[in-house]
């Protein structure tokens, strides 16, 4: 359904994106009906995307594309802007590190990480949140962070370590079916040659120490082999790249990864607590 409020809120490429497809179906002469029979929508479809009252969506920058994009490939090089600007305001400078990445040594501690989130486990954690967002918000975050999982398949690989609080396995979020279904994705997950999970289990802190007890981290390694750090905490976010801190935050992942279970273990871990959920 559009929203008025959607006017008001559209960032710089979703305008772009809307007047390019306006003039461009102006240039060929065409209705908004006409244009919509092309891609697959309805006029008014094309009407709310034109005056911005609907976000344009990923597969309308597809069909844009195919039926006024001619070839140029304009409306291609606006989904990543158009998908940058649908993600929270705290994550936009750090999601086009993450995709670039050489490699990722992440540690959640409180939910899963997103990007390893299937979708209905994001759904739910993000129509959950506070303030509360409206449906259409919550539909652009979830496809924003599905987005994400492009780095899976990326060529040049992307090579992907996940330590997850034992913690995050055993908190239900959704219904049981979600996270069942969230457990066994993580599964799938672990099979794939660049990625590594682990868990740090509930009793890591018996001997005295536990590594994971300052929270959530995201490791990055960049193209051009620098290193930072990532976190992120109430909707506030702090990307770091002085080298003296970014070093302290390696070393502690590596103690939190050295207190998880290994991968064979932490993966029977996790195919038990799946079934528990049936």
């Given amino acids: ?102 490699s990722l040594c992440l540690y959640a501690s409180h939910v899963v990480h997103g990007l390893f989130q299937t979708e209905e486990y994001a759904r739910a954690l993000i129509a959950g949140g506070y303030p509360e967002p409206t449906p259409e918000r919550v539909e652009e975050l979830v496809g924003g962070r599905m987005a994400r999982k492009a780095l899976f398949d990326r060529k040049p690989t992307c090579e992907i370590e996940l330590v997850l609080d034992e913690s995050v396995l055993r908190r239900p979020i959704g219904s049981e079916e979600i996270t069942r279904d969230q457990l066994a994705y993580l599964v799938e997950c672990a099979q794939r040659r660049n990625v590594n999970l682990q868990v740090l289990p509930l009793n890591a802190g018996l001997g005295g120490e536990y590594a994971g007890a300052r929270g959530e981290l995201n490791l990055v390694e960049t193209p051009t082999h620098d290193r930072v750090s990532f976190l992120e905490i109430q909707g506030e976010s702090l990307l770091i790249t002085e080298r003296a801190k970014v070093s302290t935050h390696s070393q502690r992942y590596a103690k939190i990864r050295a207190q998880a279970l290994d991968p064979r273990g932490s993966l029977g871990l996790i195919e038990r607590l799946a079934g528990e959920q049936r």
């Avoid at 929203?3 to 305008?15: D, Q």
């Avoid at 606006?78 to 050489?102: D, N, S, W």
Wanted: glycine share 8%; net charge neutral.
């Fill in 1 to 102: 359904m559009a929203r008025a409020e959607n006017k008001e809120t559209a960032g710089p490429a979703a305008r772009m994106a809307a007047a390019v497809a306006k003039r461009l179906r102006l240039k060929k002469g065409w209705t908004q009906e006409q244009s919509g029979a092309r891609m697959g929508y309805t006029g008014a479809a094309i009407s709310a995307m034109e005056c911005l009252s609907q976000p344009v969506s990923d597969e309308m920058l597809v069909k844009l594309e195919e039926v006024l994009g001619d070839g140029t490939g304009i409306f291609e090089e606006m989904r990543e802007l158009v998908r940058l600007e649908k993600l929270p305001e705290q994550f936009r400078g750090y999601a086009p590190i993450e995709q670039k990445a050489v």
